[in-house]
């Protein structure tokens, strides 16, 4: 069965700072892979999505993800942190079904906290 | 926001009664999905819609049912609510074919007392 970790639960950032966001997933092909963000007391936002081809994909808000085969990872990464960047960051990987839609695995999400 | 519309926002009832949220889209879309978010556990999908009357389970079905009748509307139905279920309810739809582009409702909070 196909599983999402993401390793930290909570990660403390200052404004300013960079941000990677850590990403594992296990599944016997090459994964649809996905990055979602919500802020507090909303639903989820997709920043960036990686279907195949630039390993390196942007994404809003300027993030970016690479995707590392070798590593099994889909690590999410900001230069340059905002306080507006504070929010739960979900990984998430789809798994095609035959006719019948297209569900995605969460990640139990990572915490991101913006210290002033 | 996709025109996704969750009801109730918030509610919280006791153990035992029957409780339904619904999710209503205003753009036609084929797929939709039902999750519940409970901390360290991420989303996990309850049901989901691949058409008007064609539902199937996700992760963690137990417990739960879903009904779509037409295609703006897919309910989830708690047909006796324990408090494990206390958690909050998302709806989703899939704009785009395959790719999976999700957009989700503003969620529901349930409070199983």
């Known amino acids: 069965a196909q599983s999402v970790t993401q390793p930290d639960i909570h990660i403390t950032v200052s404004e300013g700072a960079s941000l990677e966001l850590r990403c594992n997933y296990s599944y016997g092909a090459t994964p649809y892979l996905f990055w979602y963000v919500q802020s507090p007391g909303q639903g989820l936002q997709l920043l960036l999505k990686y279907f195949s081809g630039d390993t390196l994909v942007q994404g809003i808000k300027g993030f970016e993800a690479e995707f590392k085969r070798s590593q099994s990872s889909f690590n999410l990464r900001k230069p340059s942190v905002h306080w507006s960047d504070a929010a739960e960051y979900f990984c998430?990987?789809?798994?095609?079904?035959?006719?019948?839609?297209?569900?995605?695995?969460f990640g139990g999400g990572t915490r991101v906290l913006v210290k002033p | 926001d996709a025109g996704i519309t969750q009801s109730p926002r918030h509610k919280v009832t006791e153990t035992g009664t029957p409780v339904t949220l619904r999710c209503h889209q205003t753009?036609?879309?084929?797929?939709m999905y039902w999750y519940r978010q409970d901390p360290g556990h991420g989303l996990r999908l309850i049901h989901y819609s691949y058409g008007v009357k064609d539902t199937d389970k996700g992760e963690v079905s137990d417990g739960y049912s879903v009904s779509r009748s037409k295609t703006e509307d897919f309910l989830l139905t708690l047909e006796s609510a324990t408090s494990s279920q206390t958690s909050v309810y998302f709806c989703?739809?899939?704009?785009?074919?395959?790719?999976?582009?999700?957009?989700f409702g503003s969620g529901t909070q349930l409070s199983v007392l």
């Open positions: 753009e036609n879309h084929r797929y």
């Open positions: 998430a990987v789809v798994l095609l079904l035959k006719a019948a839609g297209n569900k995605l695995t």
């Open positions: 989703a739809i899939s704009v785009g074919g395959a790719g999976e582009k999700l957009f």
